[in-house]
C-alpha cells in the first residue's frame, strides 16, 4: 500500500514499540515497486494475519479474527470475520467454533451483573496494548475494526494484534486517555472526536464493574512503567532506525496522513511529539490512580469460586476415577497415586511433587506459578484433548517456573511427554522411556539441564522452538528421528552429546544457533543435519561442533546435510555441500532421514 494510506513511519514506529513489549504487530518494510517494468514508487508491505506473525513472536498458531466492516463497527453488533478460514475449517473446526463462540458469549453477555471480560481476554495483553496505545497516541489502533482478536489455544484466552494505529493530529493526541471512557463528560466527548463512535467497545475495558479493578491498575502501572527513562531511550532508539525511511518520504514531499484524506502539507515526523505526550500522560496519572479508587468495588461475598480437589490428595495412596481435578498450592509427598480412567490434573499457584508414584491415563496442566517435582515416575500418562486448547504434552507446564530433579516418564502417549510452554527452570536427571512421539519439548522458553536420558523414542528426544537452552549431557538411545531438534531462531549450547541406535543426530533449522562440545554417534544414520525450513526467519542457521576425535574426511559428507544459505562447522572447519534447504528437508522426515511426525 501507499505510504500514505500506512501512516509513513509512524505506523513502523508503533508496530516496532508494541512488538519490543511483547504485543503482537505486523511488521512494515518499504520497497520500491515496479509493475511491469514501471516504477509505482514507494510502497509499504506488511505481514499478513497468519500463523507466522504468531510464530515469529513466540506464539503456538491459534485462530485469528477481525470484523467485518462492511457490516457494522459499533460493538455489539459487530461480525466477526475469520483470517485463514478454510486452513481453520480443514484441520480444527473444533477450536474454531470455540474460539468464535467465546467472541459470540461475550456480544450477547457483556452487560451482564456478574460477567467477567477477563475469563474471555488476556488481562495483562490489553492493559499494556491500551497503555501503549495511548502513550503512541495510536488510538485508531485500539478501535474494534483496527485491533485483531488471536485466540492464544495455550492459555484459551484471546490478545489483541495491533493494526492500522493512524497516529494523527487533533485534540486526540494531546487531550485524552481511554481511561476518559470511564468518567465521559461534555468536554472529553468533544475531545474524544471519532473515537465517540466506539464508546460501547472502549466501555467494555474501561467501566466501574467490579471485575475491572486489577485490569485498570494493570493499566496504570503499565502508563507509568512507559514514562520512564528506560522506555524513553527504547523510543530514541527506533527514532534512529526510521530515519533512513523519512529521509526518503522527505525527498519525495508526500503529503501528511490526516487519517481520512491526505493533507495539503508535506509529512514530516515530529519527536517532540511523544515527549509532550508524556508530560500529559504524567500529569494524567493521578486522576487516573484516584478514580480507580474510587469506582472500583472487590467482588462481593456472594461471588462463586470454583472449589479446589486438595482433599482428596491426602492418603498415601489414592485410586481416582474422576475426569477433572484441580489442586491449588499442593504439596504432595510420598503418594502412590493411580488413576482409573482418563482424568486431567490441573495444578494452579505452587505445586510441589515428591518421592511419588503417579499411575494411569492422566494429564497433568500446570497454567503459572511455579512447578517442584522430585523424585518421582509417572507411568502410562497420556495426552487429553481438550478442544478450547492446545495442548500437546502429557505434562504441560505453561508460563511456569518449573524444577524438576530426578524424574522419570515411561510409557506415555502423547505428542509430547512434558510440553514447556513461555517457561524457564531447570531439568536435572531426567527419563523418558517409551514415548508415542517426541519426549521433550520447549517452546518460547529459557531452561538449563544436567543428564537428559531419552529410550525408545517414535520421535525427537529433545525439541526446541524459540527456546534459549544450555546442558551438559543429553543422550538419545533407539530415537526413531532426532535426538535433539532446535528451530524458531533458538540457541542451544551443550555439552556432552550422545546418539546411539537412532535415525538422526542433530538438527538446526530456523536461525537456530547450535553449539555443541563433545560428542558421540553410535549407529547413528545421519548425524547432523543445517537448514531453513521457514523462510519468514531471516537470520543464518548454524552448527558448530567440537570434538578432536570427529575425522574430517569426505566421509563427513555423508553423515552430515547444510543447505547453501546455513553454516556448518565442525572443529573450525566449514563444511559445504551443495544442498539447497528444500532439498534437505524433502530428504527428512520419513523420506530418506527420520520419521513423520506422530500426533
Given at each position: 500500500q ?35 517494468g ?27 479474527f477481525g ?13 466477526f ?18 474460539a ?68 494523527n ?7 485524552i ?12 466527548k468533544k475531545?474524544m ?31 507509568t512503567?512507559?514514562?520512564d ?23 519525495k514531499?508526500?503529503?501528511a496522513d ?26 494524567k ?52 497415586i493411580?488413576?482409573l ?13 515428591e ?19 522430585y ?6 500418562l ?9 495442548w500437546?504434552?502429557s ?28 517457561s524457564s ?38 525439541d ?17 528421528d ?14 556432552n ?17 547450535v ?19 521457514k523462510?519468514?526467519?531471516e537470520?543464518?542457521?548454524y ?13 563427513i ?8 544459505n546455513?553454516?556448518l562447522k ?30
Open positions: 501507499k505510504p500514505i494510506i500506512r501512516n509513513y513511519s509512524l505506523e513502523m514506529l508503533a508496530s516496532k514499540v508494541m512488538l519490543l513489549n511483547d504485543i503482537l504487530a505486523p511488521k512494515t518494510k518499504i520497497i520500491n515497486l515496479y509493475l511491469n514501471e516504477n509505482r514508487g514507494i510502497y509499504h508491505i506488511e505481514e499478513g494475519f497468519s500463523k507466522e506473525i504468531l510464530e515469529l513472536n513466540k506464539r503456538k498458531n491459534g485462530p485469528i470484523i467485518d466492516d462492511n457490516y457494522s463497527v459499533s460493538f455489539p453488533n459487530v461480525n470475520d475469520i483470517y485463514s478460514q478454510a486452513y481453520w475449517e480443514k484441520n480444527n473446526p473444533e477450536l474454531l467454533t470455540i468464535r463462540s467465546k467472541l459470540e458469549h461475550i456480544k450477547y453477555n457483556y452487560n451482564k451483573e456478574n460477567f467477567d471480560l477477563f475469563q474471555y481476554f488476556d488481562l495483562q495483553k490489553w492493559a499494556k496494548f491500551f497503555a501503549l496505545s495511548d502513550i503512541l497516541a495510536a488510538h485508531h489502533g485500539a478501535k474494534i475494526d483496527s485491533v485483531k482478536f488471536f485466540y492464544n489455544p495455550t492459555i484459551e484466552k484471546f490478545e489483541p494484534i495491533f493494526f492500522d494505529g493512524h497516529i493530529s487533533g485534540t486526540s493526541k494531546t487531550n486517555l481511554l481511561s476518559d471512557f470511564i468518567n465521559l463528560n461534555d468536554q472529553k475531545d472526536g471519532y473515537l465517540n463512535g466506539y464508546t460501547e467497545w472502549f466501555k467494555l475495558f474501561f467501566n466501574k464493574s467490579k471485575f475491572n479493578k486489577n485490569f485498570l491498575k494493570l493499566y496504570h502501572d503499565e502508563l512503567r512507559f514514562i527513562r528506560e522506555f524513553e531511550q527504547q523510543m530514541k532508539k527506533i527514532f534512529v532506525e526510521i530515519e533512513p525511511y523519512n529521509r526518503i518520504y522527505y525527498s514531499f508526500m503529503p490526516g487519517i481520512w484524506s491526505g493533507s495539503i502539507l508535506p509529512f514530516y515526523f515530529d519527536k517532540t511529539f511523544f515527549l509532550d505526550r508524556n508530560t500529559f500522560i504524567k500529569d496519572l493521578y486522576e487516573l490512580k484516584s478514580l480507580i479508587s474510587q469506582y472500583n468495588i472487590e467482588p462481593s461475598d456472594k461471588f462463586d469460586y470454583k472449589k479446589n480437589d486438595n482433599n482428596l490428595f491426602t492418603e498415601r495412596n489414592i485410586n481416582l476415577d474422576k475426569k477433572v481435578y484441580l489442586l491449588e498450592d499442593i504439596k504432595l509427598s510420598e503418594k502412590k493411580k488413576f480412567n482418563s482424568s486431567i490434573l490441573f495444578l494452579t499457584g505452587d505445586t510441589s511433587i518421592n511419588s508414584y503417579f499411575l494411569g491415563p492422566v494429564m497433568i496442566v500446570q497454567k503459572e506459578g511455579k512447578l517442584k517435582i523424585d518421582t515416575i509417572f507411568d502410562g497420556k495426552n487429553i484433548n481438550v478442544k478450547s486448547t492446545n500437546t504434552g505434562i504441560n507446564a505453561i508460563n511456569t517456573i518449573s524444577d524438576f530433579s530426578d524424574v522419570i516418564l515411561k510409557n506415555i502417549h502423547a505428542e509430547d511427554a512434558i510440553n514447556f510452554i513461555n527452570g531447570t531439568l536435572k536427571n531426567i527419563e523418558i522411556i517409551n514415548s508415542s512421539s517426541d519426549a521433550i519439548d520447549i517452546d518460547f522458553g529459557k531452561f538449563t539441564f544436567d543428564n537428559l536420558t531419552c529410550k525408545q523414542i517414535k520421535n525427537d528426544c529433545l526446541v522452538s524459540g527456546s534459549v537452552i544450555t546442558g551438559e549431557s543429553l543422550n538419545g538411545y533407539s530415537v526413531d532426532k535426538v535433539l531438534s532446535s528451530g524458531e531462531e533458538s540457541f542451544v549450547e551443550i555439552s552429546f550422545k546418539s546411539e541406535n537412532s535415525e538422526i543426530g542433530i538438527v538446526s533449522k530456523d536461525s537456530s544457533k553449539v555443541v562440545n563433545k560428542v558421540k554417534f553410535t549407529n547413528t544414520k545421519l548425524h547432523g543435519a543445517v537448514f531453513k525450513k523462510e519468514m526467519f537470520g543464518k542457521t552448527l558448530s561442533i567440537e570434538d578432536n576425535n570427529i575425522i574430517i574426511d569426505n566421509n559428507y555423508e553423515k552430515y546435510l547444510v543447505s547453501l546455513s553454516s565442525i572443529n573450525d572447519k566449514i563444511i559445504k555441500s551443495k544442498y539447497t534447504s528444500d532439498e534437505i528437508e524433502k530428504m527428512m522426515y520419513g523420506n530418506i532421514y527420520g520419521t513423520k511426525t506422530s500426533k
